[in-house]
């Protein structure tokens, strides 16, 4: 153990300033602060203010995916232990655009580089009564300092994709030793269980707990609620709009040449389109150009005085937006599923209710892309053709689209419970 270890140590500080230079070149070409200071286990100042002297839990979430996954466990920790402080570290720079917007958590900081200094310095500085960890984030360091402090360490949420699972096999030696700090393992499947257990998990701390993304809000878009955020985005209430969520690389040219078809039969077809990484804003508007449309950025739609329309894509360059954009559609697509990227969370639009469609490529939401097509509540397209003739579908038929939309918040009605079972986790750890 302890050769494997220190080859860690030494392998990690050889990486390090590749590491550094990597996020110098993001911070720069984004233009956003690069935050070493954060990554080397430095709070600012207001933020070691609100925590000192406080009960503190901590959860760490990589990115935007993880960060909604944690919403419904931020609000059960939060109505569970009212007398703690919340820290919440993410990995990405939208990750915490996402998290500083939801304010679910009293601080929001980078989760430090996993290096000795840089993990006691955080640690040491927070004093956490318990760390939870979502999904499979296994960082030896952290999780070796977290338990010679004596800090309870859970993994909520915890998934291993099939196609994850043998590079995981082969690197058993690796993870056994850090899984076996964890005090509590929480995954979400019982394929997920049986995997992690087959690289080390310990067998009485491990458990099913089910998919925390399934306890989050749902309910039917009422018509005002609806009104009122089409009006927030200057869009008429009787033309139809489709929005395609976090779509990715090669996935928006089979989306455009299909909207661009439905327009022929559906001229008042308003498309909203939400590339998942909105530095890739110029890129998207430069193919919708050559596609023959006109583009309006959202984040130039308070400088607009006329209405949005079929002539115009909605290309949407900020964060945090998504939820309201698919509750003001008729239907909605989830992006990264028509390209091998693994897809991304379906639950959004059918807990709004909403008609929805995906493509393929759902490794990492095979779950449930499954659980949706079970329930009825989205339908699969293999490329492009098939998704203009399911969108023409939907749009002719409002009863088509309201059985969907009724199945998808079946769905989650019947599929909740994950995060009481998650909190039952952490009472082994902490008292209220």
Not at 3 to 21: E, G, H, N, Q, V
Not at 34 to 52: I, K, M, T, V
Not at 172 to 195: K, N
Not at 283 to 301: A, F, K, P, W
Request: glycine content about 6%; overall charge neutral.
């Amino acid at each position: 153990m302890l050769s494997w270890s220190l080859l860690y140590r030494l392998l990690t500080l050889i990486a390090l300033p590749f590491a550094l230079l990597y996020h110098w070149y993001r911070s720069v070409s984004r233009a956003r602060k690069s935050a070493f200071a954060e990554r080397f286990g430095q709070l600012p100042l207001q933020s070691r203010d609100l925590l000192e002297g406080q009960r503190v839990i901590w959860l760490h979430a990589v990115s935007v995916g993880e960060v909604i996954a944690a919403r419904p466990l931020l609000r059960g920790v939060r109505r569970r232990y009212p007398d703690h402080r919340l820290l919440l570290t993410v990995t990405t720079e939208t990750g915490r655009a996402i998290a500083e917007k939801d304010v679910l958590a009293d601080v929001v900081t980078y989760f430090p580089f996993d290096i000795s200094f840089a993990v006691c310095r955080l640690l040491d500085a927070v004093q956490p009564e318990a760390v939870i960890i979502m999904e499979t984030e296994i960082w030896p360091v952290f999780t070796l300092e977290a338990q010679r402090r004596k800090i309870p360490l859970f993994l909520a949420n915890g998934r291993i994709s099939a196609r994850s699972f043998t590079r995981y096999q082969r690197f058993a030696w690796f993870f056994r030793p850090v899984l076996q700090r964890f005090s509590g393992i929480g995954m979400q499947s019982g394929a997920d269980l049986e995997r992690i257990l087959a690289i080390g998990a310990p067998a009485e701390r491990s458990q099913l707990l089910g998919n925390l993304k399934y306890d989050i809000p749902f309910g039917p878009v009422e018509p005002e609620e609806r009104r009122q955020l089409r009006s927030s985005y200057r869009i008429p209430d009787n033309v139809p709009v489709l929005t395609i969520g976090s779509t990715h690389p090669g996935e928006e040219e089979p989306i455009l040449a299909a909207y661009r078809e439905l327009r022929g039969q559906f001229p008042d077809l308003l498309l909203v389109l939400v590339p998942r990484h909105p530095e890739r804003t110029a890129e998207v508007e430069s193919l919708i150009r050559q596609h023959g449309m006109t583009v309006l950025r959202r984040s130039q739609l308070e400088q607009q005085t006329a209405a949005c329309c079929a002539k115009t894509v909605l290309l949407v360059d900020t964060v945090g937006e998504l939820m309201r954009l698919y509750a003001l559609a008729d239907l909605a697509y989830v992006g990264g599923s028509l390209v091998p990227t693994g897809g991304h969370n379906l639950l959004e639009p059918a807990s709004r209710g909403i008609p929805l469609l995906f493509g393929p490529y759902m490794d990492n939401f095979r779950e449930i892309a499954a659980l949706v097509l079970d329930y009825g509540a989205g339908i699969q397209v293999a490329d492009n053709r098939e998704l203009q003739d399911a969108v023409r579908d939907f749009l002719i038929s409002p009863e088509l689209r309201q059985v969907i939309g009724t199945n998808g918040l079946k769905l989650l009605r019947d599929s909740g419970g994950a995060v009481e079972r998650h909190l039952e986790m952490l009472g082994q750890a902490l008292s209220p």
